[in-house]
Structure formats: structure tokens, C-alpha cells
């Protein structure tokens, strides 16, 4: 089991999940939208291709950071 504190850059919470479970489940089970915003985990960016990777497919063992936070672009 992971802890993970998953949210957005507003609100976060702590749950407990199994290895198994991928990036994209995590936000979908949360209700945050990542189809607009950058997703980080463990503070590294990821691609729409790392979404359907499981925790365990990043090396993840024990505990990591999954934020959701909109693109900061200067309004371009």
C-alpha cells in the first residue's frame, strides 16, 4: 500500500492505495480534471501516455505527491 496526497494546487487530500493503481484512477476517483492541467507526481510532469501507469510502473514504494495544477503560461 502507497500513501499518496493527491489534489489540486487549491485542496489536497492523503489516501492509501494499492501499487497498482494508475495515475489516471487516482484523479478520476478524486473528481480532478487533467484533461486542461499539468499533472505532477513526486513533483516530475507527466505525459497523457504516463496517465494509464500504475504507481508501481514510476518506482513507487511507499509515499509521493500527485497534484494537478494549471498551466502557468502568461496567458498564452
Do not use: Q
Not at 22 to 50: F, M, Q, R, W
Amino acid at each position: 500500500m502507497i500513501k499518496v496526497m493527491v489534489g489540486t494546487n487549491t485542496n489536497r487530500k492523503e489516501v492509501v492505495v494499492p501499487s497498482t493503481t494508475t495515475i489516471k484512477s487516482l484523479l478520476d476517483e478524486h473528481n480532478i480534471n487533467y484533461s486542461t492541467n499539468l499533472v505532477y507526481l513526486g513533483g516530475a510532469v507527466l505525459t497523457p501516455a504516463d496517465l494509464d501507469k500504475t504507481l508501481a510502473d514510476f518506482g513507487i514504494t511507499e509515499s509521493t505527491f500527485l497534484t494537478c495544477a494549471v498551466k502557468a503560461d502568461g496567458g498564452r
